[in-house]
């Protein structure tokens, strides 16, 4: 009897989460031919503009596992530090910025990197690496892998131990998560 109880609520729980799941896409609006010609936009400001929404993707995203060995959260610019800092404050743990070029003073590591519609380069500041040893990478969306493999890079030349890559959107049909050598985490998945 215990048993058959314990699958119900189990079950309850899968179910109450696929329904979360599911209504996050009716958050998220699309953008064809932006911001060139060829893209499809994924715009996530609808979700950021409700409360109990945008909790409940943060409460999501802190119960990834991989979390728990991570000393630190890298948050990559821009959209990255919002979903980051909302962690960092949720999890008590120290958020370092990954900056887009020219963004940040003092000493710099820094990477060029590739996008679906051009190029870019990101920064982290050296002295902001120098207690921490285990960072998990946290990011809007993952689309191709470049902005979190130009992150990665940087880190394992710092001879950090990261953790995983932890998004919110996945966009499944550009396969980011099969270019990138570490565990990706993310709370909904879009073709």
Same mark, same amino acid.
């Given at each position: 009897?215990?048993?058959?109880?314990?699958?119900?609520k189990q079950y309850n729980i899968i179910k109450v989460k696929l329904m979360i799941a599911n209504s996050y896409k009716d958050f998220i609006s699309t953008f064809p031919d932006f911001p060139k010609k060829g893209i499809f936009f994924k715009d996530i400001s609808p979700i950021l503009k409700n409360?109990?929404?945008? *909790?409940?993707?943060?409460?999501?995203? %802190?119960?990834c596992s991989f979390l728990e060995e991570a000393d630190s959260l890298i948050a990559i610019d821009a959209r990255g530090f919002i979903f980051g800092s909302a962690l960092a404050i949720k999890l008590k743990k120290p958020l370092i910025l990954a900056r887009k070029k020219n963004k940040l003073p003092g000493e710099?590591?820094?990477?060029?990197?590739?996008? *679906?519609?051009?190029?870019?380069?990101? %920064?982290i500041q050296?002295?902001?690496l120098l207690d921490i040893k285990r960072p998990a990478i946290i990011d809007d969306i993952l689309a191709t892998g470049g902005t979190a493999n130009c992150i990665l890079d940087l880190l394992k030349k710092e001879n950090k131990e990261?953790?995983?890559l932890l998004v919110f959107l996945e966009l499944s049909q550009l396969k980011g998560r099969d270019n990138i050598n570490l565990p990706v985490h993310s709370v909904l998945k879009l073709d």
């Open positions: 009897m215990e048993l058959a109880i314990v699958f119900v409360p109990t929404i945008f *909790e409940s993707v943060i409460n999501e995203m %802190s119960n710099l590591i820094e990477k060029n990197y590739g996008l *679906e519609y051009g190029e870019d380069s990101l %920064s050296k002295s902001s990261v953790q995983c």
